[in-house]
């Protein structure tokens, strides 16, 4: 496995008109409670550098703010404005409307590319994912920043300038590793129906916790891995031995002591499995 940190740097493409969503400011656009921009900023936290390429905007984690001259150019000129800050040699290239993007299919993408060869057995060019219509994702892929830049001075001799360019005509020609999409990494936010179906489809059954523990700890700046399960068996011990009120009281104290322990996800356990034992003890007396 590729170590991300220090495997890959991330340009997010967070301009447009979003001309089908009224002019709205897109990445702004809240789903689960999070701006589109800070969940794809979430999946990329692991990149050396990240640059947004965007007018003003707050963002949830640091982040290089740089913006194409003039703006408004569209996504080939932005990607340059944005490669110029990075030094990486491979190069996260996302849309920032991504409701559903994770850690898993970017290190899956990086991977692949560091590993990966084109349909030609050459050194590929860059991984980029195909959604469920078969469609290459250019803004959802990983490339080598020399072949970027390369295609970036080809395009530049060509026109004379890379304003208004498609993203197609600067990677039409690199050889590409293609994922398929198993899931929901590349269902991107382009009109209101689509933000509905997103703020929907967190809210369903079996991704609803999930979803909300991710915001829950996005929020509140913490980065840590714990097992759910051993969290709401105690908090079910708690609520079923000694009161319903004490199931959220005895999670919220297992965190603080695991917190001033500075402890990390087996500490979480532990403390939970001591609570837990407790809770039972208290109910076998009342038995």
Known sequence: ?????????????????????GGTDKP???VGGRTLIDRVLAACATAGTTVVVSGPRSCARPVVRVREEPPGGGPVAALDAGLRHTAQDLVLVLSADLPFLDRPTVERLVTALAAGAGPGGEQADGALLV????????????????????ALDRLRAEHGTLHGLPLRSLVSAFALVRLRDDGNA?????????VAVARDRIREHGH????????????LGIDLDVDLHVVLDLARDAAHG????????????????????????????ALAHKAAELANRWAAEAQ
């Open 208 to 219: 609803v916790l999930d979803e909300w523990i991710s915001a829950v700890k996005a929020e």
């Open 186 to 194: 590349s269902f991107d936010c382009d009109t209101w129906e689509d």
């Open 242 to 269: 000694v009161d319903r009120p004490a199931a959220p009281l005895t999670t919220f104290l297992v965190g603080y002591a695991a917190g001033r322990a500075q402890g990390g996800p087996e500490e979480v356990a």
């Open 28 to 30: 702004a656009v809240t």
């Open 1 to 21: 496995m590729v170590e991300a940190r220090s495997g890959y740097d991330a340009v997010v493409l967070a301009g447009g008109a979003a001309r089908r969503l």
């Open 131 to 150: 959604d469920a219509t078969g469609r290459d994702q250019t803004l959802l892929a990983v490339y080598r920043a020399s072949s970027l830049r390369a």
